[in-house]
């Protein structure tokens, strides 16, 4: 090993000293912090946090995600403790009732001891650090962000346990589709519903004994309303509106949707060092959730001794979810583990807060918990519960009350916070071992080390229904209970494959040898297109770069038009429109540009037109009616083999298809013209096709201010079902879901590391990292996601020194 001449050592030194000295630098003295720490901001609005101790390094965290934050952080924690009344007026009352039913109120000394040794000082840290920067905010107002400034109201300070007992910002999982199950067995059959929403592994929805599958038309209400996000406009916050006005604040679906085709999901796969053109391992991760200003997820580095990670989480939550801390790299999907059921109870007439239990009247729980209303008298939030969970819906007329039981009430389920127990791993047995209690989001984590080692483990709290599948709403009177939870063992996982590689989408990812039928952990899935593609990308790579990863988390390639590409390439048409259509798309890539026509057209075609007559053609009227938009995986299938959906007769099956594809495809190119011209030259799917990440101000303010609140619109290239997920609202193709940060990690070359986390790093509309990495995400490019100190100060734009106040 060749050594430094001490020369050139004094040249460096003096070089990092004079960009040391040249970079802006703010001093701050923070009461709670116990030795001087430091915060170094690069000049992407990366935070690199260095503190003498673990407990200072969570402390500062929590500070750090105020100072850039603080607004967000302070609007998840009042939407979820049901306190939004308090600021915004009582409109928000039954958003805030409804989310108070889904707190958790079990044992806290259960909860905190489930995530492990230390959790509860962790969380304390954490809101500590939060509250000294609300107190630093109070005595210099002129900091407070602007929207506590608009709206009129200060940041509330924290207690550690609102880290936890929070939980209704987690990915739900299948309580909306028994609703959507039932109702399609109601007008029609249980089988009808396989073309809303197919099963996998294969099975077959039973309906359960003594249930009556037609529910109340606005049963999931108050479960919407817990779990939505918050929405702010002038007339929520008039002085006019009074509780009774609920529909202000409530985010309405997509009507034309399937929620199982708009579900939240992901992008991950680890490379082994023999695959790898590095030769070490590779760990890449897109999350795909919805877009806002600022975004969901915050990139942070948290150094301390004997703690050294960086990459993202959610800004509300200590410890980091998605990065590497050195030693390991992890990322996380959706792994689709069903959590949730539906309870149905017969009231007693005479007592409607008893229901029938095992042949006995059981009386519910009932909670009168007081409700501050800005300028009004408290109210008071009437909570009930069953044994199961918490009531969100009661059909006087019928004597029937509808309760929720979900796995994220259970101690130890609130979303992510388990990290700050896998981050510490350095070692595939340690990390597997951390991943056993795992509660939720239910997840698919790939790990990768800096010995070579690759693997797959999955996590969450798993149900055991002795008699029952968790497909259908069940009755409350004891016959369907869980039996308590399979163990994190029982789920399967995968170290070294020989393949060398290993990826997941939010797929169907069960081994063929694993016992489904028995366990049971779910059977709605995501459409397994964005796995496809990427398999089959990572298959034919002889070695896989980091440059390979990057391009594969924006590949742009619709695995779905090529599929119906190749249905069409046979046919051909009399009718003007169709022909046209039929010529567009028999050109092409299937690669979905902003600046196309096709995807503009194929796009059209799928969400408008063909589901909607492939549903008509193969389904009773009733069956029909009672859903949105099919399942893209069944349509496809369906359509590839015709028979016996389309008839029973093969030819007659097939020309029954062939007549839905090619009368759907004329009328969606008739819609194009309409939409964009009869110029088909001048079609372009990014005029249709946008993202706009909404600030949540921006229904309140003047136009100018909207523009600076809000990112967007941008022309959107991309589609639902590509690795680079852009899933759409029908109604008018606003982009919904999909990548707003990326991350590609060079396992043990650590500075080697890339990100984007669109729109920006900070909060604050007039920093500039606001909107500073909008483009880059766009433009699929990304920063390099820095580790060591030395390239660190190399990069730093801003330096904040804290140092503990005098006692």
């Not at 483009?775 to 390099?784: M, N, T, V």
Request: net charge neutral; proline share 7%.
């Amino acid at each position: 090993m060749t050594r430094m001449k001490p020369l050139v050592v004094l040249a460096l030194l003096a070089a990092a000293q004079a960009a040391q000295a040249a970079t802006p630098q703010d001093t701050l003295t923070v009461p709670g912090l116990q030795q001087r720490a430091e915060i170094l901001v690069d000049r992407w609005g990366v935070p690199h946090i260095y503190a003498a101790s673990e407990r200072d390094a969570f402390f500062m965290q929590g500070f750090n995600a105020a100072r850039d934050r603080l607004f967000q952080i302070d609007l998840w924690r009042r939407r979820g403790l049901g306190q939004l009344s308090e600021v915004f007026g009582p409109a928000y009352l039954a958003q805030d009732r409804a989310t108070r039913l889904f707190l958790y109120r079990g044992d806290m000394k259960r909860e905190w001891a489930s995530y492990g040794p230390g959790s509860e000082d962790v969380a304390q840290a954490f809101v500590e650090g939060i509250n000294a920067y609300i107190d630093h905010v109070s005595l210099h107002q002129e900091q407070l962000p602007y929207e506590f400034r608009q709206l009129g109201y200060l940041p509330a300070r924290w207690q550690a346990e609102d880290v936890v007992r929070i939980r209704s910002h987690g990915l739900t999982r299948n309580l909306q589709s028994e609703v959507a199950r039932a109702r399609v067995a109601c007008a029609a059959d249980l089988k009808s519903d396989e073309v809303r929403s197919g099963l996998t592994p294969p099975w077959t929805a039973q309906m359960p004994e003594g249930l009556d599958p037609c529910l109340p038309k606005d049963l999931l209400q108050v479960f919407t309303l817990a779990t939505q996000g918050v929405r702010i406009t002038r007339e929520s916050l008039s002085a006019a509106a009074t509780a009774r006005d609920s529909q202000l604040v409530r985010m309405e679906p997509d009507p034309l949707a399937n929620p199982e085709e708009t579900m939240e999901g992901s992008n991950n796969w680890v490379v082994a060092p023999a695959k790898s053109a590095t030769g070490r391992a590779i760990m890449a991760n897109d999350p795909h959730r919805a877009y806002s200003a600022p975004s969901l997820r915050y990139i942070a580095h948290i150094s301390a001794p004997g703690l050294d990670v960086i990459g993202a989480g959610e800004p509300a939550l200590p410890g980091i979810s998605i990065g590497h801390n050195g030693s390991i790299a992890f990322g996380l999907t959706i792994f689709n583990i069903d959590q949730e059921d539906l309870y149905v109870y017969q009231l007693n007439p005479e007592h409607p807060d008893q229901y029938l239990y095992q042949g006995k009247w059981e009386a519910m729980r009932v909670l009168h918990e007081p409700v501050r209303i800005k300028n009004g008298a408290p109210a008071v939030a009437d909570l009930m519960f069953t044994r199961h969970g918490p009531v969100i819906y009661v059909d006087q007329a019928k004597n029937r009350a509808y309760a929720v039981r979900s796995g994220w009430l259970e101690p130890g389920m609130s979303p992510y916070f388990g990290s700050i127990a896998y981050m510490r791993a350095r070692d595939f047995k340690h990390f597997k071992q951390s991943m056993l209690n795992w509660g939720a989001p239910t997840e698919n984590q790939v790990y990768a080390d800096v010995k070579g080692n690759i693997g797959w483990v999955p996590g969450g709290l798993a149900p055991k229904r002795p008699n029952w599948d968790g497909l259908m709403p069940v009755p409350g009177d004891g016959r369907y209970e869980w039996a308590g939870f399979w163990r994190g063992d029982q789920l399967p996982s995968t170290y070294n494959p020989k393949q060398g590689w290993f990826a997941s989408a939010n797929q169907m990812n069960l081994p063929p040898d694993y016992p489904y039928r028995e366990r049971k952990l779910g059977f709605e899935w995501t459409n397994n297109s964005r796995f496809t593609r990427i398999s089959e990308v990572l298959a034919s790579l002889p070695k896989v770069s980091l440059q390979d990863s990057m391009r594969l988390q924006n590949d742009d390639l619709a695995i779905p038009a090529r599929r119906l590409a190749a249905l069409l390439k046979p046919l051909s048409s009399e009718d003007a429109n169709t022909r046209a259509a039929l010529a567009i798309l028999g050109h092409w890539d299937y690669v979905e540009r902003a600046d196309a026509a096709q995807p503009a057209l194929y796009e059209v075609w799928l969400s408008r037109h063909l589901g909607r007559a492939f549903k008509n053609a193969v389904l009773s009227k009733a069956a029909a009616d009672a859903m949105g938009a099919p399942d893209t995986a069944v349509l496809l299938d369906t359509l590839e083999q015709p028979s016996p959906a389309f008839g029973v007769d093969p030819a007659q099956a097939r020309a029954r298809r062939d007549q839905v594809l090619l009368e759907s495809l004329g009328q969606a190119y008739a819609e194009m013209v309409k939409l964009q011209g009869a110029d088909a030259s001048q079609w372009q799917w990014g005029k249709l096709h946008h993202n706009l990440m909404a600030h949540p101000l921006a229904d309140v303010v003047d136009e100018a201010t909207r523009k600076k609140l809000n990112v967007g619109p941008l022309p959107k290239h991309g589609g639902a079902y590509s690795p680079n997920q852009s899933t759409y609202r029908v109604n008018d193709f606003r982009q919904t879901n999909g990548p707003s940060f990326r991350v590609v990690v060079d396992v043990g070359r650590w500075d080697n590391s890339w990100a984007v986390n669109s729109p920006g790093q900070s909060g604050d509309p007039d920093s500039p990292h606001y909107r500073d990495l909008a483009d880059k995400w766009l433009k699929g490019e990304y920063f390099p996601l820095l580790y060591s100190r030395a390239a660190i100060e190399k990069v730093t734009e801003r330096r904040i020194v804290l140092q503990p106040a005098k006692q």
